[in-house]
């Protein structure tokens, strides 16, 4: 599963390839194959066939892997799509010859098909069912997203938004803080977190209000009133732009973050019981399962990314 997981990965490393502007799209026909190929060794090595490394691409396992040569083998789909495939990634990778976007959108297609028909036929499972979470590193992340894909199979949608918003919130947290860096946060902290249960305006207005104190004489009309004002509205776009910065350099995509965010039930721990959240929605909250692949999705591209950043990171010498 964990070999299908990141061939599932590498295919919409590709499609995301696919979409970005010439020349940076050419190198979606390199990730392409290289996805269709790691399938197909993983496929001879689950049907326990043996190929021979000297023929051909699609000779050694579209023919290798028939039934007609193998007997436990199977009938793979797909095999002129691959071969254009193949012919355009080595034109490309050994000789120059640049793809043009028409190229690049069949062979994302005949990509797709390959996919959705064979994999079914090999391992018994849909290709979109291939779960991606088996290629998170993160340990508690990835007992949230198996956790919050029962829940959602057992109808319980609600709690099932609720743990991937709970995930998500303990990945950015974990990325913030660092125990190593000067009072514990990370370069991408910007700051110490400020708290969501914060004083409201009204709040602050009786405490600024002291009519009895001689600093207040001379002071405008219903001056406590606006400065409490002013103060939560400060605290308010300080905390957003704060959240905003640190999204922004993890490389985390803003947009799909808002989308996270509506969609997501809001969560609160009662105090002396952590491991216990609450879901707070609004009145006739039902998102579909669209809705919630998307947020599941999320979670897994923020954790992937996180590994990456990580896996980059290098600490000074003297550490």
Known sequence: MKNLAFIRLLHRQGIEQSLLPEPLSFTSVLTFHDAVELFLIVTAEHLGAVVKDRDGFIKRFFEGLHPSNFPDGVELQGQYGIKRLTELRNGFKHTAGFPGPNAIVDVKADTAHFF????????????????????????????????????????????????????????????????????????????????????????????????????????????????????????????????????????????????????????????????????????????????????RQFVITVALRLTEINARAVPPSWR
């Open 116 to 295: 959705e028909e064979n994999t079914p036929r090999v391992f018994g499972l849909a290709f979109d069912d291939i779960d991606l979470a088996e290629v998170v590193q993160h340990g508690q992340t990835r007992t949230h997203l198996k956790r919050a894909a029962q829940l959602d199979s057992e109808g319980n949608r609600l709690e099932a938004m609720g743990t991937l918003a709970v995930a998500f919130e303990q990945l950015m947290t974990d990325q913030v803080n660092d125990a190593d860096a000067p009072r514990g946060l990370s370069v991408y902290s910007f700051g110490e977190r400020l708290s969501r249960h914060s004083l409201r305006a009204n709040q602050v207005q009786s405490i600024l209000h002291q009519p009895d104190h001689a600093s207040r004489r001379g002071a405008p009309a219903r001056a406590a009133e606006t400065l409490a004002k002013e103060y939560t509205h400060t605290r308010d776009v300080t905390r957003a732009l704060q959240e905003g910065m640190r999204l922004m350099s993890l490389g985390v995509d803003f947009h799909q973050y808002q989308r996270f965010t509506q969609l997501t039930p809001g969560v609160s721990f009662t105090y002396g019981n952590p491991d216990t959240p609450s879901f707070a929605v609004e009145p006739g909250y039902a998102p579909n399962q669209e809705e919630f692949e998307f947020c």
